[in-house]
């Protein structure tokens, strides 16, 4: 499976991403605008860079613009897109079927909350697509899953319903069980669940949820 990491404008923890992306080879590695100076500082030199370039610092972008084998796809500012879309819609089309994402989160709140939104067109796809920051984990689901308590990260995970419902939510090996629950946006009876047998399963019959591994 092609993978590939897209290095997002936002807010980046340097020792995080340092430790993320230990052992994590990738395809391709994507900067969106100022993501050019989180790859920099982290010795990355991208197969493409994406965006409208107007965060970034010149120096930087002129640095990497003399680099070669960067594809470049430059927008102007006023568009229809987020930056971080356009980075997925082309790791998408560069056939890449996993994607993380850094830099997406802990910034703009908007811009968090579009990012989470875009990852539904992954899912819509099959393209398995995840925003990490040194305490979060984020991505969609349309279908149960196991999980193991070895491999979660951090010790709390929630469900929020991305959908207006999520039918028949069941939980078994969590703290906090569920049997058949519907679940709307707005109350939180899904958040801030742990994991106790050594493997967890949710199922649900309709709808998609937001999971949200964390640590404090």
């Known amino acids: 499976m092609k993978t590939c990491l897209i290095i997002s404008g936002g807010p980046v923890d340097?020792?995080?991403?340092?430790?993320?992306?230990?052992g994590r080879p990738y395809d391709c590695i994507i900067a969106v605008d100022a993501g050019l100076e989180t790859a920099l500082g982290l010795g990355l030199t991208p197969t493409a860079a994406v965006g409208d370039?107007?965060?970034?610092?010149?120096?930087?972008?002129?640095?990497?613009?003399?680099?070669k084998g960067i594809?470049?796809?430059?927008?102007?500012?006023?568009?229809?897109?987020?930056?971080?879309?356009?980075?997925?819609?082309?790791?998408?089309?560069?056939?890449?079927g996993a994607i993380d994402v850094i830099g997406a989160t802990g910034g703009r709140m908007d811009h968090t909350i579009s990012n989470i939104h875009c990852l539904l067109p992954c899912l819509n796809r099959g393209v398995s697509a995840v925003l990490a920051d040194e305490k979060n984990r984020i991505f969609l689901m349309d279908k149960g899953r196991t999980f193991k308590k070895s491999q979660c990260f951090g010790k709390y995970i929630s469900f929020l319903p991305l959908t207006e419902q999520v039918k028949g939510i069941t939980l078994r090996g969590f703290k906090y069980p569920l049997t058949s629950r519907d679940i709307t946006i707005g109350p939180s009876l899904t958040t801030s669940n742990e994991i106790e047998a050594e493997e967890a399963v949710i199922t649900f019959d309709e709808g998609i949820l937001i999971c949200i591994q964390s640590r404090d």
């Open 53 to 67: 370039f107007d965060t970034v610092k010149q120096e930087v972008f002129a640095w990497f613009n003399g680099q």
């Open 14 to 22: 340097r020792e995080f991403a340092a430790e993320f992306l230990k």
């Open 71 to 96: 594809e470049w796809d430059i927008h102007k500012p006023e568009k229809d897109e987020t930056d971080t879309e356009l980075a997925l819609l082309t790791a998408m089309n560069e056939g890449c």
